[in-house]
């Protein structure tokens, strides 16, 4: 048995639909995309498979789970941020027409309200409520988390014990993977971000 939980963080890949800002829960990966996260997890190896129910995440932890013959638990706690009318609009569009609001989530994050959607403080609470609860229920496994950019950021600034505003400097790409260890002692450590492929 391991003598820490291991969770390894996967951004969703390329979209089909290309520049959006947000997607909506039922866009689907590109071929690009999917074979990018295939090649990541290749040789990677978990106990069990958690990820977000959006189709862009659940579609491939379905394919994944069965390759790995891994247990696969569909977490609605890890899924993105509802950003309510921007979803499935195009940053540029965004830029042009909303660019007061866009500015607030980069600046001020904390106080940031998606128009018809969800705000910052409701979004950090679901994430950190699951998270305590993946922490609690698997305790010592190696676990893959597929999920979105703004939930790994999210859960890096938790863990890590910073501003959800720094950790928006994190670049986190399609694909690419953070591996966290959390210890019995309720120590994290950041072991690689932003790489390309499970080891």
């Excluded at 947000?22 to 990541?40: I, M, V, W």
């Excluded at 790409?173 to 390309?196: M, N």
Aim: hydrophobic share 35%; charged share 20%; net charge negative.
């Amino acid at each position: 048995m391991n003598q820490c939980t291991q969770i390894d963080l996967i951004r969703h890949g390329e979209l089909k639909t290309p520049a959006l800002f947000c997607a909506k829960p039922d866009e689907p990966l590109s071929e690009k995309g999917l074979q990018n996260l295939l090649d990541a997890t290749d040789k990677g190896e978990w106990d069990i498979i958690i990820s977000s129910p959006q189709e862009r995440c659940q579609s491939f932890a379905k394919i994944l789970a069965k390759q790995k013959q891994c247990e696969l638990f569909i977490d609605p706690a890890f899924k993105e941020m509802d950003f309510g009318e921007w979803a499935g609009v195009t940053t540029k569009t965004l830029w042009e027409n909303d660019s007061t609001r866009l500015k607030q989530l980069w600046n001020s994050p904390e106080t940031f309200v998606a128009p018809s959607g969800e705000s910052m403080i409701s979004f950090v609470q679901r994430v950190k409520q699951g998270w305590q609860e993946l922490l609690k229920n698997h305790e010592n496994c190696n676990i893959l988390l597929i999920t979105h950019a703004g939930v790994i950021r999210s859960i890096l600034a938790d863990t890590l014990n910073i501003s959800h505003q720094s950790a928006l400097s994190f670049n986190i790409e399609y694909a690419h993977i953070s591996q966290l260890h959390y210890y019995p002692d309720g120590i994290y450590s950041l072991r690689s971000h932003g790489i390309t492929r499970c080891t």
